[in-house]
């Protein structure tokens, strides 16, 4: 058998991203966040395209987490967090909306979650 050229002992690895989310801190092993764009167009009299004003909107947070052991938590729906986005000065406050249940049985198979989170500054969860 070979030996293997990497050991998970649990410690995120040199250069890793992590999230915590409701206490709970994450491996991150990819992420997309991506600004929803909405755009009004104006037309002359003839109907020809005149002017546009485009306006951003709140952000779509998207990742694959890894998560710790098999008794890590999945993030629950309605949890928040703060992530930056490259392109702005701070952080941004995300809710969790879409966690689905997958299952890999996979044997010796490192167990991951994909979250889909959406921005927004006031967050009621019922």
């Not at 987490?65 to 701070?90: K, R, V, W, Y």
């Not at 952080?91 to 996979?106: K, L």
Request: glycine share 8%; net charge negative; hydrophobic share 35%.
């Amino acid at each position: 058998m070979a030996v293997p050229n990497q050991i998970l002992d649990g410690t995120p690895a040199y250069g890793t991203t992590t999230i915590t989310i409701n206490a709970v801190t994450y491996i991150v092993n990819k992420k997309t966040i991506t600004p929803n764009w909405s755009s009004t167009e104006d037309f002359t009299a003839a109907g020809l395209p005149n002017r546009k004003h485009w306006t951003k909107g709140r952000y779509t947070w998207q990742a694959e987490l890894q998560l710790a052991s098999g008794s890590t938590a999945f993030p629950a729906p309605g949890a928040t967090f703060t992530d930056t986005p490259p392109n702005e000065t701070g952080a941004i406050t995300f809710a969790v909306t879409t966690v689905p249940y997958e299952e890999d049985n996979t044997p010796g198979g490192i167990r991951v979650v994909n979250v889909t989170a959406e921005s927004g500054t006031s967050f009621t969860t019922v």
